[in-house]
């Protein structure tokens, strides 16, 4: 394939299994008490440079930090029928389950919901405070820690049929479709800072887990797109890439 097919080829599972693929090297290497605390600040660090994006595109088209520009500006959007996200309750404030999620499906057919479980336990919170710090989620039950259904309740959302109608007119044509960003994207911005983190905090151990990590995801996607993973080295993630 061609550079430009692989890149196209990516999908969530991608970003879902190179994360798990570094926890699982992590925890085996150097065991839970040491690992976990890392794993922890590097996703922590990873959702709030998603946020922080998030903020720039929303000021950029001078749009406030609130609960609708948060669900507006959202990066990524999963393949057909891979999530399922239903409304349980209205305003103030807002709280939806999740049935289905492409990264508990990743994990699951790999046998890996113990090491997606600590994605989960930070992302959603991580990114909401690089948004908005003022702004509260509370992460009530995960798929991977063997809930049913992952709920997260959005306080104060007040989101009204006005502002719901708002957000699905957003979502559907500006700004959300310019927000989104590409798989190899998120799977290489995974990459990178994972990697930036395990090597401040655990030094040569930090890079020995990051290539297992790599050697897995070669072996599932091939060398090429190992290859244009590891290309993402040289991005910053804390602006917005061109155009975006």
Known sequence: MSKEEVRKSFK???????????????????????????????????????????????????????????????????????????????PPDLC??????????????????????????????AVMHG???????????????????????FHDARLGPAEMLALMGRKMFKPGRKAVMPWDYHTGHIYKTMKEVLTQELGAAGNEIIKLAMAEFSKRYGAEAAQLVEEFDGVGFDTLPAGK
């Not at 720039?56 to 990524?76: C, K, Q, T, V």
């Not at 939806?96 to 699951?108: E, I, M, N």
């Not at 003022?134 to 259904?149: H, Q, S």
Request: aromatic residues 10%; proline residues 5%; contains cysteine.
């Open 96 to 125: 939806v389950k999740a049935p289905k999620c492409s990264w508990y499906t990743a994990w699951s057919n790999a046998g890996l919901n113990e090491f997606g479980k600590y994605y989960c336990q930070s992302i959603d919170v």
């Open 131 to 153: 948004y908005n710090p003022a702004l509260r989620l509370d992460v009530m039950d995960i798929k991977p820690e063997g809930k049913p259904e992952c709920v997260m309740l």
């Open 12 to 90: 969530a599972e991608n970003q879902a299994l190179l994360f798990a693929w570094i926890a699982k090297s992590a925890i085996e290497k150097m065991g839970k008490a040491q690992a976990e605390p890392v794993l922890k600040k590097a996703v922590i660090r990873y959702g709030e440079q998603r946020g922080k994006r998030m903020a720039l595109r929303a000021a950029a088209n001078r749009h406030p930090l609130d609960m609708l520009g948060y669900l507006s500006y959202g990066e990524w959007k999963a393949g057909k029928g891979e999530m399922q996200m239903i409304i349980i309750k209205q």
